[in-house]
């Protein structure tokens, strides 16, 4: 039972992983003129409601395997990913708004907000891989 | 993956191999020529010829090569002595009272050699907030100053030299346009000023054409002028030149046809069909709409237009595939006969519903194969179809503005249908003529984001405000017959070191630094904001480069570009000396505006304050030696509290007062897209006393002779009531008369016996045969005629319902939960010494 959840959880991290580096490679091809802005949102926007479901089934899942650490850990980035999504002003298409992202260092903040959910996915993988190995063990 | 590359990164056609030549070269032209002032205007000079045998003209280069090196002492020099200590001079604010110079306020000169500082770009043009750049990012943070730009560059130019090339020369890796201040190495090399790459001169600029000489590519034309226009080759176009497109959206409603707008838009037309600029392919097309949208055939060879109604606005389709965008000089009777029934033919509509969003979506399809101007009039907010507005003003609500609410965008729409439009060249201007809330936070987005204008004249009507009828009439008049360009894209470089981290005005940001402009027109003004990411060591100057790619109207694909050249500093003080108040004060409005809309209108208002309190307070510590009591304030920044408070009482961010809501949004909108000039005319009035003019210091422009009387303090104290005064706001003027004005005055100017006979409503001075008159109508005539917007004039008197808008513009004074010019000075010294 333990080793099921946390598999899945590894899995559900692999995801993420995979998300976080799909927006750093589309923000950086903006940075370097790639691609253009509106075509770099609207393929943003699209992942950024599966991100938000992935973290919060990561989140439920360690809460109901009463993994109370682990659960913490994962609850702040939860719960920002619920924040900047329903503080989108009414204007905005999207979190990612072709019209604003060149403005106020916006590209910067989203690259360094990406870099930084890679970081932290990669460190959760490796405490998911642990877990699941000792759970594996023990079994 | 929809929108294309930019046309400007094409790389150009190979430069031209190395030749051998023998002639020295200097390695810094500003060392040791003298430039000549600024080429006549000439057109059409070729460059692609066959270079003549290499003669050098060793007369030419006796001097021995000064290098880079030689600049700097020169500069370093300059920078202590020629900077005027005028400019840095204390001024202690709550002492002097005249703080106005005489006339208009001067653009500060950078403190550059006078050999670069004569053909560096004009400040109509070029402005930035610091006129001597920091070194460094800490030190630009310790001056609690703004950074940026404000651009001009499509301004109407009395003088501009454009040169045809068939290879325009461009640094090779940051593809900067060859422009005054590049450094050349030798005869055959020159390095990028922005950077500072050395390129090779190709073998075709090697040749002058202007003066036939061969050898001095530093007297072309590219390198002797700031500013200057290319006709640009075939790479730099990414599908044929389009022809000029004109579509008018024209709303029909009930509510429309009562405030009679329809009338004056089709007698400016017909008049002004002549004066479209364009060439025999100009295309122009008409759609109304009120529930339906109807579309006209002018199809040639029709005996009159003929109408096609599409009531279904949830699937907008267009009815015929073409003659809805007809020719215009093939159909024009056509077109004149349409622009002369459409007001009788929808005199008895009793429609009172808008649907705008279909009939926008609709225009987009007519216009988005070829690109052009879709100009939209709308008297009401849009009630049904996609993009339909609820009414979200409460007027309850006004008379507290603590917090402002909606001033965002209800809907994404039209924004979405803006980024549409701009990717298939399609620029939107709205001309909203509503009396009651229209939401022009959201129907803005439409002109905002496709570089269109937004136009307001509230409460419009033809017999309620005719007033209102008259700008409507010129400003259209203006709008028709003024310069355009299409398909534009415009790029702002800065020297390595500097980035741009802001945009403000009316376009969008395609990716870093590409502004992607459907239409360009000379009365939009752009601003940007810079930050030092490097910092600038073992650099004496700056340069900035704004190019311009657009299409004329005459399907000539065109580059103009502005090339501005700035000192870099290293001290405080300098920095303060080289301030610029109006740029400052115009890149903090923008900034204002953009605070109100992502935080909150308080938020916008206590930033601005901080901004004078910390500049002021940084002077104080930072440059100051003598510690003195009072406000002390540098020369060049003494008027900086003075626009602060205008802008705080300005109609968009002031609390006191009722506004409404759209009145507010307009003005925030006019911030952000007007030019530096007219911004200033809005925020800070001109008042003048103009019942006694002399002709002592007059302007004597082709046999007219302009008196020029001494700009005033916008204050009460100021008005007397034996005088006249006119207040110059820009789009308003107000003559007020005095209740003891002098009868002379009255009788030679205004033609009335009394005060008591001017009538409450006068708008126009009358012709009378008097010296006084034809010098206040000649000194009128010429505010007027400087902008772009016609300036309404309004004569009032004590008795008159517009006297308190009149006294609401006099900033210095005290008004209800606002603060006095002196009180805000207090305030500011408070805080500064806290």
């Known amino acids: 039972m333990e080793a099921a959840v946390f598999i899945s959880s590894l899995v559900d991290c692999c995801a993420l992983i995979f998300l976080s580096v799909y927006f750093i490679i589309t923000l950086s091809d903006l940075e370097c003129d790639y691609i253009n802005a509106r075509s770099c949102c609207s393929k943003l926007n699209k992942w950024v409601v599966p991100e938000m479901v992935a973290q919060a089934l990561a989140t439920v899942l360690m809460l109901v395997s009463m993994h109370w650490f682990v659960f913490l850990l994962n609850l702040p980035v939860a719960s920002w990913d619920a924040y900047r999504y329903v503080k989108v002003p009414m204007g905005n298409m999207g979190v990612y708004d072709p019209t604003e992202i060149h403005n106020r260092g916006q590209l910067k903040s989203h690259m360094k ?26 079994d | 993956m929809g929108l294309h590359q930019t046309p400007a990164a094409v790389t150009g056609p190979p430069l031209a191999a190395h030749s051998d030549a023998a002639a020295v070269y200097p390695a810094h032209p500003a060392q040791m020529h003298r430039y000549p002032s600024l080429q006549p205007v000439y057109q059409s000079v070729s460059g692609a010829q066959t270079a003549p045998p290499a003669q050098t003209q060793t007369q030419l280069y006796t001097q021995p090569s000064a290098g880079a090196a030689q600049l700097s002492p020169s500069l370093a020099s300059l920078s202590l002595q020629s900077q005027p200590p005028e400019a840095l001079r204390a001024v202690n604010l709550l002492q002097e009272r005249s703080l106005l110079p005489p006339g208009a306020v001067p653009p500060p000169v950078p403190c550059l050699p006078q050999d670069l500082q004569k053909i560096n770009c004009s400040p109509e043009v070029f402005r930035c907030t610091l006129t001597s750049i920091p070194q460094t990012q800490s030190l630009l943070n310790k001056a609690k100053l703004p950074l940026g730009l404000l651009l001009h560059p499509f301004k109407d130019l009395s003088q501009l030299p454009v040169v045809t090339s068939s290879n325009i020369v461009r640094c090779r890796s940051c593809r900067t346009y060859i422009n005054p201040f590049v450094t050349f190495l030798d005869a055959r090399r020159w390095k990028c000023n922005l950077c500072h790459r050395v390129n090779d001169v190709p073998e075709e600029f090697m040749y002058n054409p202007v003066s036939g000489l061969y050898g001095a590519p530093h007297k072309r034309p590219e390198v002797q002028n700031a500013t200057i226009e290319f006709i640009a080759p075939s790479e730099y176009m990414l599908r044929p030149p389009q022809p000029a497109a004109y579509l008018f959206v024209l709303d029909v409603s009930h509510n429309a046809v009562e405030t009679g707008y329809l009338d004056v838009v089709c007698q400016t037309l017909l008049e002004s069909l002549d004066s479209l600029p364009g060439d025999t392919r100009t295309k122009i097309g ?59 033919m929808f005199g008895q509509t009793m429609e009172t519903q808008s649907a705008l969003g279909p009939a926008l979506q609709a225009a987009f399809k007519l216009l988005s194969p070829t690109g052009g101007r879709m100009t939209v009039f709308q008297t ?156 600038l060591l073992d650099l004496q100057t700056v340069s900035f480069q704004a190019a311009l790619l657009y299409t004329s109207s005459k399907g000539e694909r065109r580059i103009r570009v502005h090339t501005l050249c700035l000192p870099v500093v290293n001290s405080l003080s300098d920095i303060f000396a080289g301030a610029d108040v109006q740029a400052i004060t115009a890149l903090l409005a923008s900034m204002a505006v953009d605070r109100c809309v992502t935080a909150s209108l308080s938020d916008a208002r206590d930033a601005l304050i901080n901004a004078a309190i910390d500049s002021l307070a940084s002077f104080r510590s930072s440059v100051l030696s003598i510690q003195q009591p009072g406000l002390l304030a540098p020369a060049c920044l003494r008027l900086f509290p003075l626009y602060i408070l205008a802008l705080l009482k300005h109609k968009a961010f002031r609390t006191s007062g009722s506004s409404r809501l759209d009145e507010r949004v307009f003005a925030m909108c006019q911030l952000k897209q007007q030019p530096l000039v007219y911004l200033m005319m809005m925020v800070h009035p001109g008042l003048y006393r103009v019942d006694e003019l002399t002709d002592e210091g007059a302007l004597n422009i082709s046999d007219r002779t302009i008196p020029q009387p001494r700009a005033l303090q916008l204050s009460v104290e100021k008005l007397s009531k034996d005088a006249a005064f006119l207040m110059d706001c820009g789009t308003v003027m107000y003559l007020w008369v005095g209740r003891n004005c002098s009868p002379v005055f009255l009788t030679e100017v205004l033609g009335v016996e009394s005060h008591a006979a001017v009538p409450l409503n006068m708008n126009q001075l009358p012709e009378l045969d008097t010296a006084r008159s034809s010098r206040l109508r000649a000194f009128v005539d010429w505010l007027r005629e400087r902008r772009p917007c016609h300036a309404v004039l309004h004569v009032i008197r004590d008795e008159s319902p517009l006297k308190a808008e009149f006294m609401q513009n006099m900033i210095e004074d005290l008004s209800e939960s606002a603060l006095s010019y002196y009180e805000f000075l207090l305030h500011l010294q408070q805080q500064i010494s806290k």
């Open chain 1, 113 to 138: 907000e990406a870099m930084i959910k890679l970081g932290f996915h990669l460190l959760c993988f490796f405490i998911y891989l642990y877990s699941m190995i000792l759970a594996l063990i023990n």
């Open chain 2, 286 to 344: 008409f759609i109304t709409f009120d529930s339906n949208i109807h579309f006209y055939n002018l199809q040639e060879g029709l005996s009159q237009p003929q109408m096609l109604i599409v009531s279904d606005i949830d699937d907008v389709f267009l009815p015929t595939p073409d003659s809805l965008l007809v020719n215009l000089s093939e159909c024009r009777e056509l077109v004149q006969d349409l622009l002369a029934s459409l007001p009788q």
């Open chain 2, 380 to 535: 009401q907010l849009p009630t049904i179809g996609i993009g339909a507005l609820k009414p979200r003003e409460e007027p309850s609500h006004r008379a507290n503005a603590k917090d402002v609410q909606h001033l965002s965008p209800a809907t994404d729409f039209y924004k979405k249908l803006a980024l549409d439009c701009s990717g298939h060249h399609v620029a939107v201007d709205l001309f909203l003529l509503s009396a009651q809330y229209s939401d022009l936070s959201s129907l803005g987005c439409i002109s905002r984001y496709s570089a269109g204008s937004v136009y307001f004249y509230p409460s419009y009507h033809k017999q309620h405000s005719p007033p209102q009828t008259e700008r409507l009439q010129k400003d259209l008049k203006r709008y028709l017959t003024r310069k355009i360009g299409f398909e534009a894209v415009m790029r702002v470089r800065c020297t390595k070191g500097l980035s741009i981290h802001t945009f403000h005005g009316n376009f969008f940001v395609r990716s870093t630094d590409l502004l992607s402009l459907p239409n360009v027109n000379p009365d939009a003004g752009f601003a940007v904001q810079m930050s030092i990411e490097e910092n």
